[in-house]
């Protein structure tokens, strides 16, 4: 193990900027989510990032202690949005709404900030909008140009902003979607927005939700790219801060649960809609602004793990055979925290061929193709994709027909 110190230990909170914050969560070293490794690398040192959660005592934010360089994390990314049908479907509902709430005019200009392969761009095209993505890792921004969405591959701040307004005008729409909790310098991000929104526009984030983050224990959403997990009161303190205010809050399905925020200028004309009081009540019931709240939380997961090794533990001392399936980011975070490696589960299965043949970061378990467990008999399939089990489950009654059971993992492992 190999630690790596070119990371930025946050002194201050990223939110309200105050110097109080406090330890919560500790995974211990971890290697990046999404650092997968090859054949060759497997054999080679590995670098281990601490992966902690801190609590600040003043604005109530839950934020990762540390930062790692978001050029390390994002410039040769490999999770590209669509390969997931559910995800383009969700982009396309997504369009569409926003289209018909807003009733925007056609031609005006919509921007999406860390565009990914312009998966939610490509449905704003097609109703008839000019689109600009913002995808700071070229391999991806390349593949959006070849779809015909124009994408500028660059790390979003203000004096790009600047140079678009000037050459494009300003933008009715900026949308924020999985990126906003991946964003370490928040106030340059929030400064270039306000240069490119126009007037009355509307800035849209979608970000995992800290409510379902706590209520489902989907404690694995931490992992070195997710340095905030957002609360609408947390969202309300940081943009207050920049004279925009949140005129709306939709509860989205998405990633185990995620809200879709709706931030105007100040003056904009937007009326505030009662959601953003319900939100923030709600909130407030469930005691995320408790500090006990995420003390309490931290030893459920301990006791999530305690009984995941059990049971695997129970299962491989009978000779059973065990794979998991779905390599995601979140999947690293509980096969490390929980030491799972090789030793327990054989392989993982992963639909997608960017990483396929490569180990999992951290615990050295390779990734192989669906066509692997056809031919093999195997007795239980871990589903690490925990957001798409119930998919992944009628995908695979094939396997169960065959005898096969599932283990879902969290919040408490369950054999189905
Ligand atoms: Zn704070």
Redesign the pocket.
């Known amino acids: 193990m190999k630690f790596n110190y070119t990371i930025k230990r946050n002194e201050k909170?990223r939110?309200?900027k105050?110097g109080?914050i406090e330890k919560v969560l500790d995974f211990g070293p971890t290697p990046l989510a999404n650092a997968f490794l090859s054949k060759e690398e497997v054999n080679k040192e590995e670098y281990f990032y601490p992966l902690q959660v801190f609590f600040?005592k003043?604005?109530t934010?839950l934020q990762l202690g540390h930062a790692v360089s978001s050029k390390l994390l994002f410039d040769d990314y490999v999770y590209v949005s669509s390969t997931s049908p559910v995800f383009i479907q969700h982009f396309v509902d997504f369009a569409l709404q926003v289209a018909t709430q807003f009733n925007v005019k056609k031609n005006s200009l919509v921007i999406d900030l860390g565009s990914n392969d312009g998966i939610l761009l490509h449905p704003f095209k097609k109703i008839g909008y000019r689109v600009l993505g913002i995808e700071p890792a070229s391999n991806i921004a390349k593949i959006a140009r070849k779809k015909g969405v124009d994408t500028v591959d660059e790390f979003f701040n203000i004096p790009l902003a600047k140079k678009l307004k000037r050459k494009k005008g300003k933008a009715e729409i900026i949308t924020a979607t999985n990126v906003f909790a991946h964003i370490d310098d928040l106030d340059e991000v929030i400064r270039g927005v306000k240069i490119l929104l126009d007037r009355n526009g509307a800035f849209i984030i979608e970000a995992p939700y800290l409510i379902d983050f706590i209520e489902k224990r989907y404690f694995d959403l931490v992992y070195h790219e997710h340095m905030s997990y957002w609360s609408i009161r947390s969202l309300q303190t940081l943009f207050k801060r920049f004279g925009m205010t949140i005129f709306d809050v939709q509860k989205v399905p998405v990633h185990g649960g995620s809200v879709r925020v709706f931030v105007k200028h100040k003056s904009g004309k937007q009326k505030v809609q009662k959601s953003v009081l319900q939100f923030l009540k709600q909130e407030k019931k469930i005691r995320l602004h408790k500090k006990e709240t995420y003390v309490k939380y931290d030893k459920k997961i301990l006791q999530n793990r305690v009984s995941l090794l059990d049971l695997l533990t129970r299962l491989k001392l009978k000779g059973k055979k065990i794979i998991g399936y779905g390599a995601p980011a979140k999947g690293n975070t509980l096969l490390n925290y929980f030491k799972i490696g090789p030793d327990i589960l054989d392989y993982i299965v992963d639909d997608s061929v960017f990483k396929q043949g490569l180990f999992t970061p951290g615990t050295h378990i390779p990734v192989v193709s669906p066509q692997t467990l056809k031919k093999d008999k195997v007795n239980y399939i871990l589903i690490l994709a925990w957001n798409f089990a119930d998919p992944i489950m009628k995908n695979y009654s094939w396997f169960k027909k065959r005898g096969g059971k599932f283990i879902v993992p969290v919040p408490i492992p369950k054999i189905i």
Do not use: F, I, L, S
């Open positions: 909170c939110v309200c105050a109080q600040c003043k604005c934010m």
